[in-house]
């Protein structure tokens, strides 16, 4: 199953806004790695390339996913390509996530964060995140090593509230994983964090 889904998504260096394709696999690698209780949530669905990947590893596991994204246009192809991988467990929910609840359960134990790159979206997010997460949920962040006009938004966050988040791991790619991107790549493309009680 997972290698047809990998034959029909995008790589970071052809699709400039999904997530590279060792970002994907570590992503898969992790979850399987660890007994996460819960469904998943993406933050950013985009064309659905990793949200595909989340879906099918969730299948695996009996879970579902739920992804949000203000844009229909990406939705419906996203829509296109869960059909071609005969994917049945992904909701995709088209909102504006900074001005609209949530409203959703608390029922999720991962959340892959992936929306919009600047600090005060980005703290949002981890609010909105936090609301739904499952005790001992973990949060992927995607970007955490993007320099962009806005400073390092991910990184500057989470290094001011550290005494609140643990930093997991690290995943995807290290170095030059930005080359269609608006902004630099100054340190890994993703992190795994923990709410610390
Ligand atoms: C970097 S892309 C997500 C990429 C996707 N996770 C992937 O790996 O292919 C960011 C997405 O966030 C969406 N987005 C931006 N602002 C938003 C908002 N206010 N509400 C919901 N989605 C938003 C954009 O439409 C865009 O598709």
């Not at 099918?56 to 739920?66: D, P, Q, T």
């Not at 992904?90 to 600090?119: M, R, S, T």
Request: charged share 30%; aromatic share 12%.
């Amino acid at each position: 199953m997972f290698e047809d889904i990998f034959k029909r998504i995008k790589n970071k260096n052809e699709h400039k806004s999904t997530t590279s394709l060792k970002f994907k696999e570590d992503l898969v690698s992790f979850i399987l790695k660890n007994n996460i209780e819960g469904n998943f949530l993406e933050i950013g669905t985009n064309r659905g390339y990793t949200t595909a990947i989340l879906a099918g590893v969730a299948k695996v596991l009996n879970k579902v996913v739920y992804s949000f994204d203000n844009n229909l246009e990406v939705l419906k192809e996203a829509k296109n390509l869960f059909q071609e991988c005969k994917l049945d467990n992904c909701f995709l929910i088209n909102k504006d996530i900074y001005k609209e609840p949530w409203g959703l359960n608390k029922d999720f134990g991962l959340v892959l964060i992936d929306a919009v790159h600047e600090q005060k979206a980005f703290s949002s997010d981890l609010l909105n995140t936090e609301k739904i997460l499952l005790n001992n949920g973990f949060i992927v962040v995607h970007d955490f090593g993007l320099e962009n006009k806005y400073g390092r938004p991910i990184y500057e966050v989470l290094h001011k509230n550290k005494n609140k988040y643990e930093i997991i791991r690290y995943i995807g790619e290290k170095s030059d994983w930005n080359p269609l991107g608006t902004g630099k790549a100054v340190d890994f493309e993703g992190v795994i964090i923990k709410i610390l009680e």
